[in-house]
């Protein structure tokens, strides 16, 4: 049964972080990508921050009789509640009562598949939930597969903060270990020096639909938020035969709960070592600029900001104003405007990459002395060998190595 949400959208006036109709259409699409239903949504002016509560008496009295009336089962605020703020909220309504946190932990735990992305995704709940556990409080029953319930499961153990405490320290254990894991796969593959190229942008921006136009990558697209979870990366070549890897990852949004984020630092670590990102933005969308503003957000807290980057302007097919364009292309550097699903203007991006690449990977033909195996060994474990050959004269050897090795085989 689709749980059927009563959307309080709190209205902060000049303190909004964002448009506030975005904000709806976004909690909007956060309850469908959990399978729930709309029931109605209400608009919360907001107290100021040092009020006890978030919303006045008259507004709850008002999201009371709306939940009786529409047959709503639960009440999804797009602010973070406090743990008080959202036990007497729930005892007012008589339904259960989420924020806009919940909700996105809540779809990233039906969507994380591999174990690292189940144990990062455990990790922010429990750590969202450590700071309002309260000892005598029972709440309404989180039984059942609802929106909320995804995850580690609320059993006694909830109101026992020493345990959570313990799978706290336990989740973060394992995690070290599956991400050394990880990395050491990841360290075999750069030690064939094939560059990285990380998509990233805002969730639905059309990355995996990139990912899947330039290589033959088979990732789920689809439209609706945050159907990426796990990365997935793709070795393909380039028009100029240079051999690279693609690699798709989470999309952003605005204000990603802080937890979240410091949870997925190991996944994005992708991000962070890759040698190009291609920035995906969906142009189409009238935030698009929101969506930047926020992307780079997220780019900052990760420390991969000042990585070189293309911005690739998506969905361009949908774009009736070519103005748009023109202004995008003078406010940025480095932009391309494409269309990933009908796949136009690849090319142009493709060769825009291989430039970019060209500044980090440097062609080398040389003839070495049979002396210098050393040289040839660096460059099978930071290169990439196009030909090695061994004749009279010494060691033929053709290959593309990183730009700052280059130096070494040309004396
Ligand atoms: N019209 C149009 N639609 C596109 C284009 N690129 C992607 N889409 C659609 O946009 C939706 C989202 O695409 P995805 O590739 O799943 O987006 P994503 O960035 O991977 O999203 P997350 O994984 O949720 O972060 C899908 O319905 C795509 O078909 C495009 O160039 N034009
Ligand atoms: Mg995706």
């Known amino acids: 049964m689709k749980e059927r949400v009563l959307l309080g959208i709190v209205d902060f006036k000049e303190r909004n972080p964002w448009p506030l109709h975005q904000t709806g259409y976004e909690m909007e699409e956060l ?3 959990c399978n729930g239903q709309v029931a109605g949504k209400v608009m919360c002016p907001a107290h100021p921050p040092e009020a006890s509560t978030l919303i006045h008496k008259g507004k709850v009295q008002e999201l009371a009789g709306l939940v009786t009336a529409l047959e709503a089962n639960m009440v999804i605020f797009s602010s973070e509640l406090k743990g008080r703020q959202q036990r007497e909220l729930e005892e007012a309504l008589g339904v259960r009562v989420l924020d806009r946190t919940q909700l996105i932990l809540d779809i990233f735990a ?7 992305g189940k144990l990062q995704v455990e990790l922010a709940q429990l750590e969202y939930r450590l700071p309002r556990l309260s000892g005598n409080y029972e709440g309404l029953s989180r039984q059942g597969g609802g929106i909320g319930t995804s995850g580690p499961g609320e059993t006694k153990l909830e109101t026992d903060r020493r345990r959570i405490e313990q799978r706290v320290d336990k989740i973060k254990k394992e995690l070290v270990e599956v991400t050394r894991s990880r990395q050491v796969k990841r360290k075999k593959r750069q030690g064939r020096y094939v560059p990285l190229i990380s998509l990233v942008g805002y969730t639905n921006a059309g990355k995996s639909t990139l990912l899947n136009t330039i290589t033959d990558a088979e990732a789920v697209t689809k439209d609706g938020l945050f159907t990426t979870l796990d990365s997935l990366a793709r070795q393909c070549n380039l028009p100029n035969r240079q051999k690279v890897v693609f690699s798709d990852t989470v999309g952003f949004m605005h204000d990603l ?3 979240l984020i410091e949870a997925f630092k190991a996944t994005l670590e992708e991000v962070q070592s890759a040698d190009l990102l291609l920035h995906v933005l969906d142009v189409s969308n009238p935030e698009y600029l929101n969506f930047k503003i926020s992307v780079d957000s997220v780019l900052e807290q990760i420390g ?3 990585k070189p980057t293309i911005l690739v302007l998506n969905k361009i097919d949908l774009v009736a ?7 995008a292309h003078r406010k940025f550097e480095n932009t391309v405007e494409i269309s990933a699903s009908a796949k136009f203007n690849i090319g142009a991006l493709l060769s825009l990459v291989e430039d970019f690449l060209a500044e980090q990977v440097a062609e080398i033909n ?5 002396a210098r195996m050393d040289l040839v060994r660096l460059a099978h474990t930071e290169g990439d060998v196009i030909l090695e050959e061994y004749g009279a004269d010494g060691i033929h050897l053709h290959a593309r190595v990183p730009a700052h090795r280059a130096e070494l085989f040309q004396q």
Do not use: F
């Open 321 to 327: 104003d070519k103005g748009l364009i023109v202004d």
């Open 110 to 116: 039906r969507r994380a598949t591999s174990l690292e």
């Open 304 to 306: 991969a900001l000042n």
């Open 31 to 33: 309850v469908k990508a």
């Open 257 to 259: 709960p802080h937890n």
């Open 366 to 370: 040389v003839v070495l002395p049979m």
